[in-house]
T-cell receptor
Framework: AQSVTQLDSHVSVSEGTPVLLRCNYS??????LFWYVQHPNKGLQLLLK??????LVKGINGFEAEFKKSETSFHLTKPSAHMSDAAEYFC???????????FGTGTQLKVEL | DGGITQSPKYLFRKEGQNVTLSCEQN?????MYWYRQDPGQGLRLIYY???????QKGDIAEGYSVSREKKESFPLTVTSAQKNPTAFYLC??????????????FGDGTRLSIL
Protein backbone atom coordinates (compact mmCIF):
# COMPACT_ATOMS: atom_id res chain seq x y z
CA ALA A 1 0.00 0.00 0.00
CA GLN A 2 1.15 3.53 -0.65
CA SER A 3 -0.10 6.99 0.17
CA VAL A 4 1.05 10.58 0.06
CA THR A 5 0.09 13.58 2.16
CA GLN A 6 0.65 17.16 1.12
CA LEU A 7 0.63 19.08 4.34
CA ASP A 8 -0.53 22.45 2.99
CA SER A 9 -3.38 23.00 0.56
CA HIS A 10 -2.32 26.63 -0.03
CA VAL A 11 1.06 28.37 0.28
CA SER A 12 1.63 32.07 -0.30
CA VAL A 13 5.09 33.64 -0.73
CA SER A 14 6.50 36.93 -1.92
CA GLU A 15 8.46 37.05 -5.15
CA GLY A 16 12.17 36.50 -4.48
CA THR A 17 11.63 34.58 -1.21
CA PRO A 18 12.14 30.81 -0.71
CA VAL A 19 9.47 28.25 -1.48
CA LEU A 20 8.80 25.14 0.64
CA LEU A 21 6.04 22.69 -0.30
CA ARG A 22 5.77 19.76 2.08
CA CYS A 23 5.08 16.13 1.23
CA ASN A 24 5.09 12.99 3.38
CA TYR A 25 4.69 9.51 1.96
CA SER A 26 3.93 5.98 3.07
CA UNK A 27 5.03 2.92 1.13
CA UNK A 28 5.49 -0.80 1.75
CA UNK A 29 8.34 -0.95 -0.75
CA UNK A 30 11.15 1.32 -1.84
CA UNK A 31 9.26 4.14 -3.47
CA UNK A 32 9.86 6.40 -6.40
CA LEU A 33 8.61 9.94 -5.82
CA PHE A 34 7.75 12.71 -8.22
CA TRP A 35 6.69 16.33 -8.13
CA TYR A 36 4.43 17.61 -10.87
CA VAL A 37 3.26 21.17 -11.57
CA GLN A 38 -0.08 22.11 -13.11
CA HIS A 39 -0.96 25.53 -14.49
CA PRO A 40 -4.66 26.42 -14.90
CA ASN A 41 -6.51 24.29 -17.47
CA LYS A 42 -3.32 22.45 -18.38
CA GLY A 43 -1.96 18.97 -17.89
CA LEU A 44 0.69 18.01 -15.37
CA GLN A 45 4.35 18.66 -16.08
CA LEU A 46 7.06 16.62 -14.39
CA LEU A 47 9.30 18.84 -12.23
CA LEU A 48 11.63 16.20 -10.80
CA LYS A 49 11.85 12.55 -9.80
CA UNK A 50 13.52 10.42 -7.15
CA UNK A 51 14.19 6.81 -8.12
CA UNK A 52 16.65 5.54 -5.44
CA UNK A 53 19.75 7.29 -6.71
CA UNK A 54 20.93 10.57 -5.13
CA UNK A 55 18.65 11.71 -2.32
CA LEU A 56 18.89 15.39 -3.36
CA VAL A 57 17.14 15.73 -6.68
CA LYS A 58 17.36 18.76 -8.92
CA GLY A 59 14.56 19.53 -11.31
CA ILE A 60 13.50 22.10 -13.83
CA ASN A 61 13.01 25.83 -13.17
CA GLY A 62 15.33 25.84 -10.15
CA PHE A 63 13.28 23.43 -8.02
CA GLU A 64 14.82 20.66 -5.96
CA ALA A 65 13.65 18.07 -3.45
CA GLU A 66 15.33 15.92 -0.83
CA PHE A 67 14.31 12.34 -0.11
CA LYS A 68 14.51 11.68 3.65
CA LYS A 69 13.72 8.07 4.43
CA SER A 70 13.91 8.55 8.22
CA GLU A 71 11.26 11.26 8.03
CA THR A 72 9.33 9.71 5.09
CA SER A 73 9.40 13.12 3.47
CA PHE A 74 10.04 14.54 0.01
CA HIS A 75 9.67 18.31 0.36
CA LEU A 76 9.97 20.59 -2.67
CA THR A 77 12.03 23.76 -2.41
CA LYS A 78 13.18 26.69 -4.50
CA PRO A 79 15.54 29.42 -3.25
CA SER A 80 13.74 32.33 -4.89
CA ALA A 81 10.13 32.36 -6.08
CA HIS A 82 9.12 33.86 -9.41
CA MET A 83 5.68 35.01 -10.44
CA SER A 84 5.59 32.26 -13.08
CA ASP A 85 5.85 29.63 -10.31
CA ALA A 86 2.25 30.30 -9.27
CA ALA A 87 0.47 27.00 -9.97
CA GLU A 88 -0.72 23.81 -8.29
CA TYR A 89 1.90 21.26 -7.27
CA PHE A 90 1.33 17.54 -6.80
CA CYS A 91 3.50 15.09 -4.91
CA UNK A 92 3.21 11.56 -6.30
CA UNK A 93 4.41 8.14 -5.12
CA UNK A 94 4.77 4.84 -6.96
CA UNK A 95 6.25 1.67 -5.55
CA UNK A 96 6.69 -2.06 -5.98
CA UNK A 97 7.52 -1.82 -9.69
CA UNK A 98 3.91 -1.13 -10.43
CA UNK A 99 2.36 1.43 -12.67
CA UNK A 100 -0.27 3.01 -10.43
CA UNK A 101 0.61 6.46 -9.23
CA UNK A 102 -0.84 7.75 -5.98
CA PHE A 103 -1.35 11.52 -6.01
CA GLY A 104 -1.45 13.96 -3.16
CA THR A 105 -4.36 16.39 -3.07
CA GLY A 106 -2.18 19.24 -4.31
CA THR A 107 -0.73 22.50 -2.97
CA GLN A 108 -1.75 25.76 -4.58
CA LEU A 109 1.23 28.13 -4.65
CA LYS A 110 0.53 31.85 -4.79
CA VAL A 111 3.37 34.29 -5.49
CA GLU A 112 2.81 37.91 -4.58
CA LEU A 113 4.73 41.01 -5.60
CA ASP B 1 7.91 17.15 -30.84
CA GLY B 2 6.54 14.03 -29.21
CA GLY B 3 3.65 14.34 -26.85
CA ILE B 4 0.11 13.54 -25.88
CA THR B 5 -2.83 15.17 -27.63
CA GLN B 6 -6.25 15.29 -26.02
CA SER B 7 -9.33 16.50 -27.83
CA PRO B 8 -11.58 18.31 -27.58
CA LYS B 9 -10.37 20.81 -24.97
CA TYR B 10 -13.97 21.50 -23.86
CA LEU B 11 -16.94 19.15 -24.19
CA PHE B 12 -20.57 19.41 -23.21
CA ARG B 13 -22.84 16.45 -22.57
CA LYS B 14 -26.60 16.29 -22.53
CA GLU B 15 -28.48 14.09 -20.11
CA GLY B 16 -28.54 10.45 -21.25
CA GLN B 17 -25.80 10.96 -23.82
CA ASN B 18 -22.53 9.09 -24.22
CA VAL B 19 -19.47 11.14 -25.14
CA THR B 20 -16.00 10.05 -26.18
CA LEU B 21 -12.77 11.81 -25.26
CA SER B 22 -9.80 11.32 -27.55
CA CYS B 23 -6.21 10.68 -26.46
CA GLU B 24 -3.35 10.15 -28.91
CA GLN B 25 0.36 9.81 -28.15
CA ASN B 26 3.41 9.70 -30.41
CA UNK B 27 5.93 8.89 -27.68
CA UNK B 28 5.92 5.15 -28.48
CA UNK B 29 4.84 4.48 -24.90
CA UNK B 30 3.37 1.12 -24.00
CA UNK B 31 1.14 2.17 -21.12
CA MET B 32 -1.67 4.72 -21.16
CA TYR B 33 -3.94 6.02 -18.42
CA TRP B 34 -7.09 8.06 -17.84
CA TYR B 35 -7.55 10.21 -14.75
CA ARG B 36 -10.36 12.34 -13.45
CA GLN B 37 -9.55 15.55 -11.57
CA ASP B 38 -11.99 17.26 -9.23
CA PRO B 39 -11.14 20.34 -7.14
CA GLY B 40 -9.37 19.48 -3.89
CA GLN B 41 -9.22 15.75 -4.65
CA GLY B 42 -6.08 15.33 -6.70
CA LEU B 43 -6.22 12.83 -9.57
CA ARG B 44 -8.12 9.56 -9.51
CA LEU B 45 -7.42 6.69 -11.90
CA ILE B 46 -10.29 5.60 -14.15
CA TYR B 47 -8.71 3.02 -16.48
CA TYR B 48 -5.25 2.04 -17.63
CA UNK B 49 -3.77 -0.05 -20.39
CA UNK B 50 -0.35 -1.67 -20.36
CA UNK B 51 -0.51 -3.07 -23.89
CA UNK B 52 -2.67 -3.02 -26.99
CA UNK B 53 -6.00 -4.87 -26.67
CA UNK B 54 -5.73 -5.00 -22.89
CA UNK B 55 -6.93 -2.60 -20.18
CA GLN B 56 -7.70 -2.65 -16.48
CA LYS B 57 -10.13 -0.82 -14.23
CA GLY B 58 -8.75 1.84 -11.96
CA ASP B 59 -10.26 3.18 -8.78
CA ILE B 60 -13.35 4.84 -10.28
CA ALA B 61 -14.21 2.91 -13.48
CA GLU B 62 -17.99 2.80 -13.03
CA GLY B 63 -19.79 4.71 -15.79
CA TYR B 64 -16.75 4.77 -18.07
CA SER B 65 -15.42 2.53 -20.86
CA VAL B 66 -12.21 2.44 -22.89
CA SER B 67 -10.62 0.65 -25.83
CA ARG B 68 -7.00 0.15 -26.89
CA GLU B 69 -6.99 -0.99 -30.50
CA LYS B 70 -3.80 0.87 -31.38
CA LYS B 71 -0.69 1.63 -29.36
CA GLU B 72 -1.07 5.35 -30.03
CA SER B 73 -4.71 5.73 -29.05
CA PHE B 74 -6.72 5.25 -25.84
CA PRO B 75 -10.19 6.83 -26.12
CA LEU B 76 -12.42 7.19 -23.07
CA THR B 77 -16.22 7.02 -23.29
CA VAL B 78 -18.23 8.66 -20.54
CA THR B 79 -21.53 6.82 -20.53
CA SER B 80 -24.96 7.93 -19.35
CA ALA B 81 -24.41 5.67 -16.32
CA GLN B 82 -21.88 8.17 -14.98
CA LYS B 83 -24.15 10.42 -12.95
CA ASN B 84 -21.61 13.08 -12.08
CA PRO B 85 -19.39 13.44 -15.15
CA THR B 86 -18.49 17.12 -14.77
CA ALA B 87 -14.71 17.13 -14.27
CA PHE B 88 -11.34 17.69 -15.89
CA TYR B 89 -10.10 14.52 -17.61
CA LEU B 90 -6.40 13.86 -18.09
CA CYS B 91 -4.76 11.25 -20.26
CA UNK B 92 -1.21 10.07 -19.56
CA UNK B 93 1.32 7.60 -20.88
CA UNK B 94 4.52 5.96 -19.65
CA UNK B 95 7.33 4.06 -21.27
CA UNK B 96 6.85 0.78 -19.46
CA UNK B 97 3.78 -0.33 -17.59
CA UNK B 98 5.07 -2.90 -15.15
CA UNK B 99 8.32 -3.62 -13.35
CA UNK B 100 9.81 -0.15 -13.26
CA UNK B 101 8.71 3.00 -11.51
CA UNK B 102 8.38 5.30 -14.50
CA UNK B 103 6.94 8.81 -14.40
CA UNK B 104 3.92 9.51 -16.55
CA UNK B 105 3.58 12.17 -19.23
CA PHE B 106 0.30 14.07 -19.41
CA GLY B 107 -1.86 15.67 -22.05
CA ASP B 108 -3.48 19.08 -21.57
CA GLY B 109 -6.83 17.65 -20.56
CA THR B 110 -10.48 17.81 -21.59
CA ARG B 111 -12.99 19.70 -19.48
CA LEU B 112 -16.40 18.00 -19.57
CA SER B 113 -19.55 19.81 -18.48
CA ILE B 114 -23.22 18.88 -18.35
CA LEU B 115 -25.76 20.97 -20.24
Amino acid sequence: AQSVTQLDSHVSVSEGTPVLLRCNYSSSYSPSLFWYVQHPNKGLQLLLKYTSAATLVKGINGFEAEFKKSETSFHLTKPSAHMSDAAEYFCVVISGGGNKLTFGTGTQLKVEL
Amino acid sequence: DGGITQSPKYLFRKEGQNVTLSCEQNLNHDAMYWYRQDPGQGLRLIYYSQIVNDFQKGDIAEGYSVSREKKESFPLTVTSAQKNPTAFYLCASSKEGVGVNQPQHFGDGTRLSIL
